[in-house]
C-alpha cells in the first residue's frame, strides 16, 4: 500500500519522546524519512534508531528549538542527509505551572520562548528550504490551553494562542509560495507532560471531556499526518481541535 507521505522528508522537533515521537512514527510508517529533533540529543538519535530499526530512515539531532543555530542546523542536517525538507512539525514543548502571583518572569520567558519563539524559528527556517521547492506542509502544535486557558498556566496558555496567530499569519505569507501551514491543538493527551499532573486533577479534567478519557499520542499524530500529506492540500491557516470534543 502506498503510505500518503511517501519519499517526503519531515522534520519534527521535540521528537524523543511523546506526541513528537507519535508524529515521527506514523510520518516514517507512511513513507517520510524522519529527522528527530530534540533538546536530548541522546534520547532523539535512540528514537531514531528505534524507528530505524523498524525500518524507517530516521536520524536524530540534538536542538534547542529557542536557539535559531540549531534550528537551522537541524533544518539543514534533513536536507543534507535525507534530500530535503517537505514536512516541518513544531511540537517541542515544556510547562512552567504557577498562578500568575507566583509565576517568575523567568518561567514566563522560557515557556514562551520554546513554544512560541521556537515554532517561529522553524517555520522561517523551514519556509527558507521549502521556498525554492515550491511547496512543503508545516504543522505547529498549539494546545486547547491557548483557546480556553488553563488554570496555572497564563505562560502556557498565551504562548499557545499566540501559536495560533503565528500559524495564521505565516499561511498568508507563505500561500503563494506553496508552503501551507496548520496548527493541531490537543486537549488533555497521556505523556510525561501530563503525567506530572496530580492524578486527582487529571481525573477531574478527565470528566470534564465528553469522550470521558485523556488522548493518546497517536491520536493527535493522526491529525498532523493529514494536515502534512495531500489530503489538506486545499487547507491552510487552518486549526484542529484534537480533544475528545471538551470545547464543545
Ligand atoms: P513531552 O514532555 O512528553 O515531550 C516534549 C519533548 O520536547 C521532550 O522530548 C523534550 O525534551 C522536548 N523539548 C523540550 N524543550 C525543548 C527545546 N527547547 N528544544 C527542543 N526540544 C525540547 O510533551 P508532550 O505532551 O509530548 O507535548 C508535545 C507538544 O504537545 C508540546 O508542544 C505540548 O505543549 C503540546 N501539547 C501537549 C498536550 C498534552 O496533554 N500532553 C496537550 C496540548 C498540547
Not at 55 to 72: K, L, Q, R
Not at 136 to 149: A, D, R
Not at 187 to 192: C, D, E, K, S, V
Amino acid at each position: 500500500m502506498k503510505g500518503l507521505v511517501d519519499g517526503r522528508t519531515a522534520l519534527v522537533t521535540g521528537a524523543a519522546r511523546g506526541i513528537g515521537l507519535a508524529v515521527a512514527r506514523l510520518l516514517a510508517e507512511h513513507g517520510a524519512r524522519v529527522v528527530l529533533a530534540d533538546l536530548d540529543a541522546g534520547a532523539a538519535a535512540a528514537a531514531a534508531a528505534g524507528l530505524a530499526a523498524a525500518g524507517a530512515e530516521a536520524s536524530g539531532v540534538g536542538c534547542d528549538v529557542t536557539a535559531e543555530a540549531d534550528v537551522t542546523g537541524a533544518v539543514r542536517h534533513a536536507v543534507d542527509r535525507h534530500g530535503g525538507l517537505d514536512i516541518m512539525v513544531n511540537n517541542a514543548g515544556i510547562t512552567r505551572d504557577a498562578t500568575i502571583g507566583k509565576m517568575s518572569p523567568a518561567d514566563f520567558d522560557a515557556v514562551v520562548d520554546v513554544h512560541l519563539k521556537g515554532a517561529w524559528l522553524g517555520v522561517r527556517a523551514a519556509a527558507e528550504v521549502m521556498r525554492p521547492a515550491g511547496a512543503g506542509s508545516i504543522v505547529n502544535i498549539s494546545s486547547l490551553s491557548g483557546k480556553s486557558g488553563n488554570f496555572g498556566q497564563t505562560n502556557y496558555s498565551a504562548a499557545k494562542a499566540g501559536v495560533i496567530g503565528l500559524t495564521k499569519a505565516a499561511a498568508k505569507e507563505l500561500a503563494p509560495r506553496g508552503i501551507r501551514v496548520n496548527a493541531v491543538q490537543p486537549g488533555l493527551i497521556r505523556t510525561a507532560m501530563t503525567a506530572a499532573m496530580p492524578p486527582d486533577v487529571f481525573a477531574a479534567r478527565e470528566a470534564d471531556i465528553p469522550m470521558k478519557r485523556a488522548g493518546e499520542p497517536h491520536e493527535v499524530a493522526g491529525a498532523v499526518l493529514f494536515l502534512a500529506c495531500d489530503l489538506s492540500s486545499y487547507m491552510t491557516g487552518a486549526v484542529l481541535e484534537v480533544g475528545g470534543g471538551r470545547m464543545m
